[in-house]
């Protein structure tokens, strides 16, 4: 059995699969809150019960793969959001297996090895465009932080590689951003990508439009806000939120069609992460699309650019999966 998970500042996806030579079927899987254990290993002990009841007579497990949040050095993770030390020595220990049989990725790249594993009907169309054959792609995803990869064809595959792309300095377009950008250095002492399109820039954006607007949630995590301010932009109910995710989504458009002329992603550009399933109405009918090509020479090469909205929040969790597989060597050796 392989277990899999896509460990998150919010939550944790763990799953179960059973092993059918280069196939895996789902044998159990669940949802856990990050914030409501000290440690991986705890969330993992917490699973492997669950997964005793679900189905006691499958607990042979052979290795493990999860993307985590992060840059993976030496079996270790390092990452600005999540609290927890995650080793792979550690989960080896905690699953009873091998260090050599735990594989830890960024989790954008695992959601990168599990695009071909996902159904046509899990992606939404933003812009249909003209993908280029065998040209590069990318991924991005917003939620708790803000995740990056790029996938490149090396003349028989895909091959996914991963990006800090999130901790790049958060560069302004035009005056109100100038301004947004100051105001954010009166409490940050450098402004990254990350600190405006993830979960926590909501408030951030709130607040500097409107700091005498505070809605429930404004006492909590800023990252708790997002949810708050993206249902009463939805609804309508607070103009604010209504200029917030307007805002939000045209400058997340922008920074998507930086990271296409980063990779030269003329493949087609991949939206994950939570955030944008929760708003996919809104971004459908947004200025994304505009924002994303308005790259001045470049705008009529990005326009040609397919984007999609991943829909199944489980590419990561499958990726991950599957390169676990590969690790033990129950696919072929040349997936590597």
Same mark, same amino acid.
Request: hydrophobic residues 45%; contains cysteine; aromatic residues 8%.
């Given at each position: 059995?392989?277990?899999?998970?896509?460990?998150? /500042?919010? *939550?944790?996806?763990? %799953? #179960?699969?059973?092993?059918? +030579?280069?196939?895996?079927?789902?044998?159990?899987?669940? =949802? !856990?809150?990050?914030?409501?254990?000290?440690?991986?290993?705890?969330?993992?002990?917490?699973?492997?019960?669950?997964?005793?009841?679900?189905?006691?007579?499958?607990?042979?497990?052979?290795?493990?793969?999860?993307?985590?949040?992060?840059?993976?050095?030496?079996?270790?993770?390092?990452?600005?959001?999540?609290?927890?030390?995650?080793?792979?020595?550690?989960?080896?220990?905690?699953?009873?297996?091998?260090?050599?049989?735990?594989?830890?990725?960024?989790?954008?790249?695992?959601?990168?090895?599990?695009?071909?594993?996902?159904?046509?009907?899990?992606?939404?169309?933003?812009?249909?465009?003209?993908?280029?054959?065998? /040209?590069? *792609?990318?991924?991005? %995803? #917003?939620?708790?932080?803000? +995740?990056?990869?790029?996938?490149?064809?090396?003349?028989? =595959? !895909?091959?996914?590689?991963?990006?800090?792309?999130?901790?790049?300095?958060?560069?302004?377009?035009?005056?109100?951003?100038?301004?947004?950008?100051?105001?954010?250095?009166?409490?940050?002492?450098?402004?990254?990508?990350?600190?405006?399109?993830?979960?926590?820039?909501?408030?951030?954006?709130?607040?500097?439009?409107?700091?005498?607007?505070?809605?429930?949630?404004?006492?909590?995590?800023?990252?708790?806000?997002?949810?708050?301010?993206?249902?009463?932009?939805?609804?309508?109910?607070?103009?604010?939120?209504?200029?917030?995710?307007?805002?939000?989504?045209?400058?997340?458009?922008?920074?998507?069609?930086?990271?296409?002329?980063?990779?030269?992603?003329?493949?087609?550009?991949?939206?994950? +992460?939570?955030?944008?399933?929760?708003?996919?109405?809104?971004?459908?009918?947004?200025?994304?699309?505009?924002?994303?090509?308005?790259?001045?020479?470049?705008?009529?090469?990005?326009?040609?650019?397919?984007?999609?909205?991943?829909?199944?929040?489980?590419?990561?969790?499958?990726?991950?999966?599957?390169?676990?597989?590969?690790?033990?060597?129950?696919?072929?050796?040349?997936?590597?």
């Amino acid at each position: 059995m392989i277990i899999a998970g896509d460990i998150g /500042g919010t *939550k944790c996806n763990l %799953a #179960a699969f059973e092993e059918h +030579g280069t196939d895996l079927d789902l044998v159990a899987r669940q =949802r !856990y809150a990050t914030g409501d254990y000290p440690s991986f290993e705890e969330v993992l002990m917490h699973f492997r019960e669950d997964l005793h009841k679900q189905a006691p007579a499958r607990n042979h497990i052979r290795a493990a793969g999860f993307g985590v949040p992060g840059t993976v050095v030496n079996g270790r993770l390092y990452s600005l959001n999540l609290a927890w030390a995650v080793e792979s020595v550690s989960i080896a220990t905690a699953l009873n297996l091998h260090a050599k049989d735990v594989v830890l990725l960024n989790d954008l790249v695992a959601t990168a090895f599990g695009l071909d594993k996902l159904s046509p009907g899990d992606f939404i169309s933003l812009k249909q465009g003209v993908p280029e054959p065998r /040209g590069n *792609k990318a991924v991005i %995803a #917003a939620g708790t932080g803000l +995740g990056e990869a790029v996938l490149y064809w090396d003349g028989r =595959r !895909y091959r996914p590689a991963p990006s800090e792309g999130g901790a790049a300095d958060f560069a302004p377009r035009d005056d109100r951003e100038v301004r947004l950008l100051l105001f954010l250095k009166q409490s940050l002492p450098r402004v990254s990508c990350e600190d405006i399109f993830s979960g926590r820039g909501f408030r951030k954006l709130h607040e500097f439009l409107d700091p005498r607007v505070i809605h429930s949630t404004f006492g909590e995590r800023a990252t708790v806000s997002a949810s708050e301010i993206t249902h009463n932009a939805i609804d309508g109910s607070c103009p604010i939120c209504v200029e917030v995710l307007d805002w939000w989504i045209d400058a997340f458009g922008a920074e998507t069609g930086n990271l296409a002329l980063r990779v030269l992603a003329y493949g087609g550009v991949f939206l994950a +992460g939570g955030i944008a399933v929760k708003i996919l109405p809104r971004l459908k009918e947004s200025s994304f699309c505009h924002s994303f090509a308005n790259k001045g020479p470049m705008t009529e090469i990005l326009s040609r650019i397919p984007i999609s909205v991943m829909i199944n929040e489980d590419a990561p969790v499958l990726g991950a999966a599957h390169r676990a597989l590969a690790v033990v060597g129950a696919a072929s050796s040349d997936l590597f």
